[in-house]
Each structure stands twice: as C-alpha cells, then as structure tokens.
C-alpha cells in the first residue's frame, strides 16, 4: 500500500527554516545550515544533476528515501511565488529543471493550469484540500510512497489528520534558536510514536517513526 511519508531535516531546537524566509533567503536566516549534511553527498548531488559526491549511510538513507517516493506533496510556501492569485511567470525556487523528477502537488488556494518542467517535474495545483491532494497523488505514484515536502503548516495539517503513515526526522547539530517550528499547532492530544530506526553519523542523527493508531 502507498503510504504518505514525511522526510525532513530539523535543528535540535525543532525548527526547520530560519526566521523570515524571504524571496532571497527561502529557508530564513541561518536555515541552509540545516541541510549542509547533504549537500556533498553523492545520492544529493545525482537528484540535482550533478556528479561525484560521498557514499556512506547518509548517502544511502537519501536514496532510500528518493528511490521510495512517487509523488511529492508541498504548500505554496514551499513553491514560492507569494500570496493571492498566481503570477504565472513564477515556476519555483528550483530552475527550468527542478530536483523532484516526479509529479509534486502544490496545495493552494488558487488555481492554475499544470506546469510541466524539464526533467520530468509536474507542478499540479489543488484547491480543494489536502485529502484531495493526497488522492491524486496516490493515483499516481506507481506503488511508491507519497512524500510530504513541507512547510511545516502542511506537515501539521495532516500529522492532525492522522494521515501520516511514516516520519523521518534528520536532526541536525544546529541550534536555531528561532524560526518555522516543524511540530507546532497539532492539537492537545498526544501522538504516540513507534520507533522505526535511530541512526546516528558524525554530521546528523536520522529518526524515524511510525504513528501509532
């Protein structure tokens, strides 16, 4: 069965982007150092169509992740382009050839055409929710997993859903101190965890998790 993973990386102090992401700054100030465990890794490195790169555990946990996933789910604020009705001349913070190779489904409130990119991306815009966007994710994600992408207020929507089936936090050795909180605004009930695996490097620790129903 298609389950809906999430794989992310997070500070210590449980912030995923830094304060006041920007048009020139996405991820905040401060939030690239999140994800400097990855970037001279051979498995980072292939998606974003480049070559060369380490090979350890780190690596093959990425791959793992990639090669497991057929369809991408994201908020607009991961898309970018600002509030209100599209301007159709944004097409992501990622160029004419965005790293995902796969269909992403962007939540929005506003609706526009699919935008087909290089490389085998289809941006597909849903008004209608999130369980909408899971369905057609789903329909065609080949067998393979759906991946929540982020922000964090989409991440929360369906970890309050109880559709999450599988979490992968890579905690970083970083404190942030301020910023987007990945696991704000769930409720007042609590959510029991399984533990699935803890795997620990020298540059991140890798946790993940099941939901218990």
Do not use: C
């Amino acid at each position: 069965m298609t389950k809906l993973t999430l794989d992310i990386t997070m500070s210590l102090d449980g912030f995923i982007a830094g304060h006041t992401p920007r048009a020139e700054q996405p991820l905040g100030d401060g939030g690239e150092r999140l994800h400097e465990w990855m970037y001279g890794l051979e498995a980072f490195r292939k998606r974003h169509g480049q070559v060369g790169g380490t090979t350890n555990r780190d690596a093959e946990i990425i791959e793992e992740s990639l090669a497991g996933t057929g369809a991408v789910i994201m908020g607009r604020g991961m898309f970018g382009g600002g509030d209100g009705p599209w301007d159709e001349s944004w097409k992501g913070w990622w160029g004419d050839e965005p790293p995902f190779r796969q269909p992403v489904f962007v939540l929005t409130h506003h609706p526009r055409e699919p935008l087909v990119m290089q490389g085998g991306t289809t941006f597909n815009f849903v008004t209608d929710g999130i369980g909408s966007a899971l369905e057609q994710a789903r329909s065609v994600a080949a067998g393979k997993n759906v991946a929540v992408g982020g922000g964090a207020n989409v991440v929360q929507q369906y970890l309050r859903a109880g559709l999450l089936d599988e979490l992968q936090v890579h905690v970083a050795p970083l404190l942030l101190g301020q910023g987007v909180r990945l696991f704000d605004h769930l409720g007042t009930d609590p959510t029991e965890l399984e533990v699935i695996r803890v795997v620990e490097s020298p540059a991140v620790t890798h946790l993940k998790y099941r939901p218990v129903r």
